[in-house]
């Protein structure tokens, strides 16, 4: 799908500048409803959370905000490009949270490089919310400022850059090991990329016993013996020199997180018989499906594109990641909560898929090498995973508010239908 500059440009200008506005919930055309909600009842409001800061969860909009924070270093390919440029991005990211999972979310662009300042900023702001999607962050710092964020916040704070495609390629990694009678334990995993998404998908990829990790970055496969790997890349550095073709020699599975051509068909041919193949640069992949297929034709091939099978596409995890973590009132989101959202995306991959939605893109879809992934647009995947991940915060000890599950369930599948967004 191709869209123009034109068109982008014309469409952001549609009716009013920007993609998103603030509306009022309550109603406000009195004279008492003016002494309601703002001086002097909201007073009574503010005596009450002054007295029980948890209250803010019953008497504001903190149990359903988000903000979508960000500092311009590492805006969709285009780099650093600074924090006003990328309010756009920041904008479309909002508008994500409302369309498929309720939650309203404003983007907060901040000029600040510094990692210290720019913790301090978001710690100082983050009362206002419910939970903190940090977003387009360069690689090493955004390791740093999530986890001293995580620690220093009581809210839910999550870079998506790096989680987002880690639980999807997780869950097309879990489908595309049961097709092929693979043991995800036993894979050989090559990861050319070594940037925020690179590392997290590392991570998740151990949680799930795979320790045959190789990274690949401009300079090579990280080795051990580089003197030029930061803490991070040093987590995934290889016991030993080895070559690129002694990397891709019988590997099961190459995800590409990198940029178009760094990835060719003698790599693919070295991998064993019917390798998964997730190449994530957008718009044009590390390497084409065309030609993977043509040295390797029982590939499993997905990509970030919406115009191939398996669109690896964050939207398919964060939005409810936070649904889950904002309805129990979590204190984080942990790997528990991931691990969970994860495994709950592959199995949605199973169902028989809703006629609607086949008619969204044209034809049948069904469990297989070109279907591991759901699409998008699915309404189950507001409930299954929304649920898998609040499951998982009550589990691991870090939610605040315990659900009736069967309660909740039907919350879920209601709160679209409901919604205003179009």
């Not at 009842?41 to 149990?63: C, F, H, R, W």
């Not at 940090?134 to 400022?145: G, S, T, Y």
């Not at 084409?288 to 995890?317: C, H, K, W, Y």
């Amino acid at each position: 799908m191709k869209i123009t500059k034109a068109e982008a440009l014309a469409y952001h200008k549609l009716h009013k500048p920007g993609k998103k506005e603030i509306a009022i919930t309550k109603p406000f055309a009195s004279q008492r409803d003016l002494a309601t909600a703002y001086t002097p009842g909201v007073g009574y409001v503010s005596q009450e959370i002054a007295q029980n800061p948890d209250l803010a969860y019953e008497y504001t909009t903190k149990g359903n905000f988000v903000a979508v924070v960000t500092n311009g270093t590492a805006v969709l390919g285009l780099g650093d490009i600074g924090p006003l440029a990328a309010k756009p991005v920041m904008e479309g990211k909002a508008i994500l949270f409302k369309k498929f999972a309720g939650i309203d979310a404003v983007g907060i662009e901040v000029d600040e490089k510094d990692p210290e300042k720019f913790i301090e900023v978001v710690r100082a702001i983050s009362p206002t919310f419910g939970g903190i999607n940090l977003e387009d962050i360069k690689a090493p710092e955004c390791f740093e400022m999530e986890e001293r964020l995580k620690e220093i916040t009581d809210i839910p704070v999550m870079h998506d850059d790096q989680h987002g495609t880690a639980i999807v390629t997780t869950a097309g990694l879990l489908n595309a090991c049961e097709i092929t009678g693979r043991n995800p334990k036993d894979l050989k995993v090559v990861i050319v990329g070594s940037g925020a998404a690179a590392i997290a998908s590392a991570k998740m990829y151990r949680y799930f016993g795979i320790e045959n990790i190789i990274l690949i970055d401009s300079k090579g496969v990280v080795h051990k013996s580089r003197t030029d790997l930061n803490s991070y890349k040093h987590q995934f550095a290889y016991p030993q020199t080895l070559s690129r073709q002694e990397a891709f020699a019988e590997a099961d599975m190459v995800l590409g997180l990198s940029q178009p051509g760094t990835i060719s068909q003698e790599d693919i041919a070295l991998m064993k018989e019917a390798p998964f193949v997730f190449v994530c640069s957008n718009p044009v992949p590390e390497i084409m499906p065309d030609e993977v297929r043509a040295v390797r034709p029982q590939a499993i091939i997905a990509t970030g594109r919406s115009d191939f099978p398996n669109q690896v596409n964050n939207v398919l995890g964060f939005p409810y990641l936070f649904r889950g973590a904002l309805d129990t009132r979590s204190r984080a989101i942990n790997y528990e909560m991931m691990i969970a959202a994860a495994k709950a995306l592959a199995k949605i991959a199973h169902l028989e898929v809703p006629e609607e939605i086949e008619k969204i893109y044209g034809k049948k879809l069904q469990f297989g090498t070109e279907y591991i992934i759901p699409t998008p647009f699915d309404p189950r995947l507001i409930v299954e995973i929304s649920i898998a991940v609040a499951q998982a915060a009550v589990q691991s000890g870090v939610a605040r508010k315990e659900l009736n599950w069967d309660t909740y369930r039907k919350h879920l599948s209601q709160l679209l239908k409901t919604s205003a967004v179009v």
